[in-house]
């Protein structure tokens, strides 16, 4: 929340950076804080990739979601073959996201942070643990009636490690006034693990999506990425 848009994925460290620590003693109850001068990357519409150099912010690692959850990085990368450009803003990137209330922070699954697998760890990710063999769901809300025809779902799974698995079944809806409805679904639902689950559908015009997912009796679920298109 210290960091223009709340972003810091994207962002560069040049070695010949200058740093300057200080105690910011009306922060998170008095922390030692570092700021200085690095480059944003991001993808124009273009496809062009800009450098952008902007003020930043670190604060102590024990402090991170301490105002609420956000975007953390340990390293900033000093090279543009490390860094993680900020891609361009998408239908669900753009979209206002929500879940059922089990669920940790669901703004994981739109923040377009590519998982490398389905229990990638240093992604960010959305599960609905505690929970387990429950009917759960995430939604987004669009700011006007948009017309869509598929998603994409990459599934969380920390098998070896945790507790979540792919879902026993899911499905999609899309809100018609203060109703949902299933889509006519002209593809499988998948529940594959380590790539993306992609159902076609005859296309809506609608405010809202909703995925809605049956857990695993013993088992709770999450998603590393949710597209729409």
């Known amino acids: ?3 223009p848009g709340g ?3 994207n962002l560069l460290l040049p070695d010949e950076a200058s740093l300057v620590s200080a105690f910011r003693p009306d922060l ?3 922390v030692q804080v570092v700021t200085g001068r690095a480059v944003a990357l991001a993808y124009e519409a273009d496809g062009r990739l800009t450098r952008r150099e902007q003020d930043f912010t670190a604060i102590p690692y024990f402090a991170w979601a301490n105002r609420g959850p956000g975007e953390m990085t340990v390293w900033l990368p000093s090279r543009e073959t ?3 450009p900020q891609p361009l803003p998408t239908l669900a990137s753009r979209a206002r996201v929500a879940a059922s209330p089990a669920g940790r922070d669901p703004r994981a699954v739109h923040d377009q942070n590519e998982p490398k697998s389905s229990r990638d760890g240093t992604s960010s990710f959305f599960h609905w ?3 387990k063999g429950s009917t759960e769901w995430v939604e987004y809300a669009f700011d006007a009636p948009t017309r869509v025809s598929a998603v994409e779902v990459y599934w969380f799974d920390d098998t070896g490690s ?3 698995r792919v879902p026993a079944s899911w499905r999609v809806l899309y809100k018609d006034g203060e109703e949902w409805k299933p889509v006519e679904a002209a593809s499988a639902y998948g529940i594959e ?3 993306y689950n992609t159902v076609a559908f005859t296309p809506v015009t609608t405010s ?3 995925l809605e997912a049956v857990l695993q009796p013993e088992w709770s679920a999450g998603i590393q990425e949710w597209k729409v298109r």
């Open 82 to 84: 490390s860094a993680r």
């Open 208 to 210: 809202g999506l909703r």
């Open 162 to 164: 945790g507790e979540c």
């Open 129 to 131: 643990w505690p929970e």
């Open 1 to 3: 929340v210290d960091n």
């Open 28 to 30: 998170l109850g008095g």
């Open 7 to 9: 972003k810091v994925r």
């Open 193 to 195: 693990k380590d790539r």
